[in-house]
T-cell receptor, first 117, second 116 residues
Framework: DTEVTQTPKHLVMGMTNKKSLKCEQH?????MYWYKQKAKKPPELMFV???????INESVPSRFSPECPNSSLLNLHLHALQPEDSALYLC????????????????FGEGSRLTVL | AQSVAQPEDQVNVAEGNPLTVKCTYS??????LFWYVQYPNRGLQFLLK??????LVKGSYGFEAEFNKSQTSFHLKKPSALVSDSALYFC??????????????FGTGTRLLVSP
């Protein structure tokens, strides 16, 4: 299994809603990532988890709250979002972390397209 | 800081012709360079990478890339383009952040359109 599965594929929410994006991988990867991609732009790193611990937070607003319940799952909890948060949210994983991760590829899910009204 | 630049927003090529998608890099230390492809409404797929060794790197779907240290370039190439190669291509550089974890920095992307 070389897939990273993301749900839901599409999500529409109001600014007062609370929702979650989910990501799952069964490749035994130790690092998991959230990226945000706006239309016609490159993905931008949001968070990195290594061995289920938050390792990198790229100064993301607190209305985005990541969670890694176990080594296979990664969630992104959304609350009080703004319309400018509408984007494609990509989850990725890599086999290694730290120095070894520098030379390895990321495996991406197909993304969750979020629209905030 | 590590960065890559993709000077072309779009590349047009006829099916069967060779294609080149350009990428230049700016890094301190050894460059770890990647190409990813993104099809419409999909996630990114890894194509190939340069870490060390042979300057010509072969990857998925018949793509290859040439690492040129003197020109700080890592151009993506394919000898014969297919209509199905039409997609968004991202060059990326990998570097460690201060916490010791990988950060992949992407270029702005180049849209490849292959006409029949």
């Amino acid at each position: 299994d070389t897939e990273v599965t993301q749900t839901p594929k599409h999500l529409v929410m109001g600014m007062t809603n609370k929702k979650s994006l989910k990501c799952e991988q069964h490749m035994g990867h130790r690092a998991m990532y959230w990226y945000k991609q706006k239309a016609k732009k490159p993905p931008e790193l949001m968070f990195v988890y290594s061995y289920e611990k938050l390792s990198i937070n790229e100064s993301v607003p607190s209305r985005f709250s990541p969670e890694c319940p176990n080594s296979s799952l990664l969630n992104l909890h959304l609350h009080a979002l703004q319309p400018e948060d509408s984007a494609l949210y990509l989850c990725a994983s890599s086999q290694e972390t730290g120095l070894a991760a520098n030379t390895g590829e990321l495996f991406f899910g197909e993304g969750s397209r979020l629209t905030v009204l | 800081a590590q960065s890559v630049a993709q000077p072309e927003d779009q590349v047009n090529v006829a099916e069967g012709n060779p294609l080149t998608v350009k990428c230049t890099y700016s890094v301190s230390g050894n460059p770890y360079l990647f190409w990813y492809v993104q099809y419409p409404n999909r996630g990114l797929q890894f194509l190939l990478k340069y870490i060390t060794g042979d300057n010509l790197v072969k990857g998925s779907y018949g793509f290859e890339a040439e690492f040129n240290k003197s020109q700080t370039s890592f151009h993506l190439k394919k000898p014969s383009a297919l209509v199905s190669d039409s997609a968004l291509y991202f060059c990326a550089v990998s570097g460690l952040v201060s916490t010791g974890f990988q950060k992949l920095v992407f270029g702005t992307g180049t849209r490849l359109l292959v006409s029949p």
